[in-house]
């Protein structure tokens, strides 16, 4: 029976694809940081681990991957954080540094495949060449690095897939669902201004599942940017107003030169007050003014993870959000 460890494994992603592994017949391994977000949240057979990872020494890491047969990444920083300036700075130093740092190790203690769990923001900054997304954004720039060292301190005898990661639906014990924001955003206005783009989604499941798949039929060197359905953000936020019972609300699209312009005086505001982000509020309005569209059968065939009701799964994770904030 081949060992997987987990990095992250009491989080949103990493609790979903333990328990894939788990039913795939793995044996699994975990740090996570404290603390646990629910009681007797993973299974007894899970060794879980709860400390951070990146204060341990090389020789403890190198130690405790010994025997592991795959290493699956499921940490690190998102989009959602906002740094005090440079934030390419901090999202390299969160997301790039520390991932090389657990490839080379994972390849030192004989680890074959390594899944880094990346950004769909990866794919569309090579795609959209015309935006220029990595050029002052930390966020897609340091992703797309943080797979390129991965790659190549796999080099050799240990393959590196990357999986960049949609919109994701799902609930877990014990946490909130970060669509919380979102739900905080649309309750009680009259009216919800959207842009007339729309993004790629999948369920959380399907996220375990490619997982899984990576390691199974995965191929060196491959970002595997993963889909299911495909929705403008017009029916997401009626969604949200829907969950709400507002009637009333409107749902509306607006221009994209309204809410870039003032998005970039927040911009400015935010530097002013020591914060930025990721990706500039200006350009989050440029990318939500396009089709972050994906097609699932690049990805589905390859990986083999299933079809899923993503509608159903956005139900369930609203829901939460709004009992959440009652």
């Not at 390594?114 to 769909?120: A, E, I, L, N």
């Not at 943080?146 to 990357?162: H, I, K, L, P």
Request: net charge negative; aromatic share 8%.
């Amino acid at each position: 029976m081949k060992e997987v460890f987990v990095l992250g494994g009491t989080g949103f992603l990493g609790f979903y694809t333990t328990k894939e592994l788990l039913k795939r017949g793995y044996r699994v391994s975990t740090v996570a940081l404290p603390p646990m977000p629910a009681e007797d949240l993973l299974p007894s057979e899970v060794q879980c681990t709860l400390a951070n990872i990146n204060e341990m020494t090389d020789e403890q890491v190198v130690k405790m991957l010994e025997g592991k047969y795959a290493f699956i990444y499921a940490a690190g920083a998102d989009e959602r954080v906002v740094p005090a300036p440079p934030a390419m700075k901090f999202f390299y130093e969160a997301n790039v540094l520390p991932t090389q740092r657990m490839a080379r190790l994972a390849k030192q203690a004989g680890v074959k495949k390594f899944v880094v769990f990346g950004s769909y923001f990866s794919h569309f900054a090579e795609v959209w060449t015309d935006l220029d997304l990595k050029r002052n954004n930390g966020y897609p720039r340091t992703r797309l690095l943080q797979e390129e060292v991965a790659f190549m301190e796999g080099e050799g005898t240990m393959d590196v897939m990357s999986l960049r990661l949609p919109y994701i639906f799902g609930v877990m014990p014990g946490r909130m669902p970060l669509w919380t924001m979102f739900v905080e955003q649309v309750k009680g206005k009259d009216t919800v201004p959207v842009l007339d783009g729309g993004t790629a989604m999948v369920t959380v499941q399907q996220v375990a599942e490619a997982a899984a798949g990576a390691i199974e039929h995965g191929t060196h060197r491959s970002c595997y940017a993963i889909s299911d359905t495909n929705m403008k953000f017009t029916e997401f936020n009626q969604m949200i107003v829907d969950m709400l019972g507002q009637t009333e609300t409107k749902v509306i699209v607006v221009p994209l030169e309204t809410m870039k312009s003032a998005m970039e005086q927040m911009d400015a505001a935010e530097l002013a007050a020591g914060r930025e982000h990721g990706i500039h509020l200006a350009d989050t309005m440029e990318i939500q003014n396009r089709d972050a569209y994906l097609d699932p059968e690049d990805t589905m065939p390859v990986l083999q993870y299933r079809k899923d009701d993503v509608r159903a799964a956005i139900r369930e994770t609203l829901q939460k959000c709004i009992v959440g904030l009652q």
